[in-house]
């Protein structure tokens, strides 16, 4: 007995010296770290606070040029709802689950299904419910801590459902406007998730342009940002902004960054972009490309007065889906342009005196020249003045006439492109933007042969853009503007520089040829031997010039793969925009194709006020000072969204009822009007008035026959 006594005693002897041992080694290196090496830790630890640290700017935006965001850098938010929030009550979100899912689907995200969210929500609910419920009772049972454990982070799995992902703050205030947010139980539950990223509010919209962007996340609230295209690559310093300095100091509530030199937030970028004539460009353009089956297709509208580009848009088909989306910005892009390069051909030839108005050039089927392949044209005439050259689309007559001055010396052929522009840099300030490329000629045969080709549209490589230009300028009068996009320079919230309309060339010719290049542009339109007689209508008045041009497969051209384009202005007597449109590899021709984009284009805006003309839009009273009102179609979704909005009335609208015979236009704008009765196979011949259709000549629902001529009346309300 005595001896086992010993033993533990030795045991718990040798244990004490153990702990007696590491307690003195933690003393030795305590007393060692604050007395013997104070000195050295005091300076490691100053160090460590005061060392340099850079402190990132914020990146500027990129506005439209009303102010609208078109690049910024924002706040996102994921939505939950929280059943964990002690303000939360069950009974509360059953009541509203319905009027807040339809209100989500109809006010803040149409891709939202009202009817799959509920059901998302009320199961999440109820596994919270039953996962809280059986924690609980684990807890008054006093089950094993590890069950208790494994139930608490079961409920915590279940304690939160997503609303929406990815939300701007507007979006997320618009969710709490909502009633259920409002209301005891569902106030307070609502679980925001922020974090800082780069996004363009406007999604796809001119994105090519605007340009993309490589992020790196810092931390949480810090991204830094640099452009890889676009815009946000040719202005990445602007945008970037200056770093500041700082160091790092304690305080009671931790470490924190105090700047010694405050770092400069980048400058804002207001571009020409007007998000109304964009969204209409973007529009005919994707909807011409998916009729036509377009493997790709660009459009660039500009102000003819100042050069403001109001619109660009890129598209290109998606082969999985055959969806188009921003592709490469084609705008930029060098390529053969086909029979829009005629009119500025036309022009250098007007302008030497190379050939006069009244004169007939002979042409016919087939021109063979100089050995190389004949020249032929589509439509066969005998002979054609310049003008009707430019209308018919001659290769034959635009190759015989630029001849005429530039046969034994083509190469001044070239130098003449140069001196008016041709090979001038725009400084767009989008990246990515390339010069013409036109081959230096000599005085060969096959230079003669190339010279005759160049005048027409082949051999060449231009970028829409540079075509544009020319046009713009014939209908400025012979101005060659340049076109911009940048428009001002903001800092701070205070505009630092302004970028005034300029010119590539003050004059590039006289302006009575400049004014003959565009009576013979719309004479391309309405003239007899048109080739874009398909864009006449009785609203805006289109000038421009077809061309079609083909791929380059194996060194052979492939007829089967056309790039169509159409280049002109609007309206023609007062032009004030001008606009490109190319189209490859569509399945018509290219008045049905590219032009008709131009010519959608030109009507909607004619439609809406935008040339100067009375919109065709009913006037909107000012209702701010008045209770909202919910128009909407009878049915159970309508009410789930005025309850879920909290609105105090609803009025309810029936369908427009067809009648037989004459329809009924009374109430519709113009544009609609028109449409609708020429669907139907009557002859719209007149209108009185602006504003809306108040009285029609032939009655509705009356018998009529087709063709039959019908005028109206019009006034605003």
């Known amino acids: 007995m005595n001896d086992n006594k010993k033993k533990l005693f030795n045991r718990y002897k040798v244990i004490f010296l153990f702990i007696l041992l590491f307690a003195v080694a933690i003393a030795g290196k305590l007393f060692k770290t604050t007395v013997v090496d104070a000195a050295n830790w005091n300076a490691y630890a100053e160090k460590s606070l005061r060392d340099s640290v850079v402190i990132y700017p914020q990146r500027g935006n990129i506005l439209a040029s009303d102010g609208s965001l078109l690049a910024a850098n924002v706040v996102i938010y994921d939505l939950r709802i929280d059943f964990g929030a002690s303000p939360f009550r069950a009974d509360t979100l059953k009541k509203y689950v319905a009027p807040l899912c339809d209100s989500i689907h109809s006010v803040i995200d149409k891709t939202v299904d009202p009817k799959k969210l509920k059901d998302k929500i009320l199961s999440q609910l109820e596994k919270y419910e039953n996962a809280k419920s059986r924690y609980v009772e684990a807890v008054k049972e006093k089950k094993p801590e590890l069950v208790q454990k ?12 997503t609303l929406l992902t990815k939300c701007p703050a507007i979006e997320m205030e618009q969710l709490l406007s909502f009633k259920y947010f409002k209301t005891k139980g569902g106030s307070g539950t609502l679980d925001k998730d922020g974090k800082t990223k780069r996004l363009k509010p406007y999604g796809t919209m001119a994105s090519q342009s605007i340009g993309a962007v490589v992020e790196k996340r810092i931390d949480r609230n810090t991204l830094i940002v640099h452009g890889v295209t676009g815009l946000e690559r040719s202005l990445d310093s602007l945008l970037f902004g200056t770093p500041g300095i700082g160091s790092s100091i304690q305080l009671t509530n931790g470490i924190r960054t105090w700047a010694e030199i405050e770092p400069q937030r980048g400058y804002d970028i207001v571009t020409t972009i007007d998000i109304r004539m964009q969204d209409i460009l973007e529009t ?10 377009a493997e790709w297709g660009t459009a660039v509208l500009m102000d003819v007065e100042t050069g403001e580009i109001k619109a660009i848009s890129n598209l290109r088909r998606n082969d999985s889906d055959s969806t188009y989306h921003e592709g490469l910005n084609y705008a930029l892009m060098g390529f053969e342009p086909g029979s829009v390069i005629k009119p500025i051909s036309m022009m250098i030839a007007l302008e030497d005196n ?108 231009i970028p829409p853009i540079y075509t544009l230009m020319f046009y713009n300028a014939f209908a400025n009068g012979g101005k060659l503007v340049r076109p911009r996009i940048v428009k001002e320079l903001w800092k701070n919230e205070v505009c630092d520089t302004v970028f005034p309309v300029s010119y590539i060339r003050e004059r590039i010719c006289r302006p009575e040829v400049a004014s003959e ?36 497969v194996d060194g052979k051209y492939d007829t089967r793969k056309k790039r169509l384009a159409f280049c002109g202005f609007f309206p023609s007597e007062n032009p004030k925009y001008s606009c490109i449109v190319l189209m490859s590899h569509a399945n018509k021709g290219a008045s049905y194709s590219s032009g008709m984009v131009l010519m959608n284009t030109a009507l909607k805006m ?6 100067g003309n009375v919109s065709d839009y009913r006037d909107e009273s000012d209702n701010r000072n008045t209770p909202a009102t919910f128009y909407a179609i009878d049915n159970d979704a309508s009410n789930n969204i005025k309850e879920g909005l909290g609105l105090q009335s609803v009025r309810k609208m029936q369908p427009r009822k067809t009648a037989d015979g004459v329809p009924s236009v009374l109430g519709m704008g113009l544009r609609e009007a028109v449409m609708t009765l020429e669907k139907a196979g009557l002859n719209v011949c007149g209108y009185e008035g602006n504003g809306y259709v108040y009285d029609q000549s032939i009655s509705p629902g009356k018998s009529y026959k087709k063709g039959e001529r019908i005028t109206l009346k019009l006034k605003k309300s």
Request: hydrophobic share 35%; proline share 4%.
């Open 354 to 461: 190379l050939v006069k108005l009244n004169e007939k050039i002979p042409t016919g089927r087939s021109f063979p020249y100089a050995g190389g392949n004949p020249i032929s044209d589509a439509h066969a005439y005998t002979a054609l003045t310049p003008a009707e050259v430019i209308e018919a689309s001659s290769n034959i007559g635009m190759a015989k006439i630029t001849l005429r001055g530039f046969e034994k010396e083509p190469w001044k052929f070239r130098e003449r492109l140069g001196e008016i522009g041709m090979f001038d840099h725009m400084n767009l300030g989008i990246y990515g933007e390339r010069l013409p490329s036109i081959p230096k000629l000599g005085d060969k045969n096959w230079d003669r042969i190339s010279l005759t080709r160049i005048s027409y549209g082949y051999a060449t490589r």
């Open 150 to 161: 494994n139930l608490k982070k079961e409920m915590n799995r279940a304690r939160k459902v």
């Open 284 to 293: 005919e353009l994707r909807n011409k490309c998916i009729e036509t089956k």
């Open 606 to 611: 004619y439609s809406r006020g935008m040339l």
């Open 517 to 552: 290049i565009c009576d013979m542009l719309k004479s391309v339109v309405w003239g007899n031997h048109g080739t874009a007689k398909a864009l006449r209508n009785n609203f805006v008045s289109i000038s421009g010039k077809t061309g079609t041009a083909y791929d380059i």
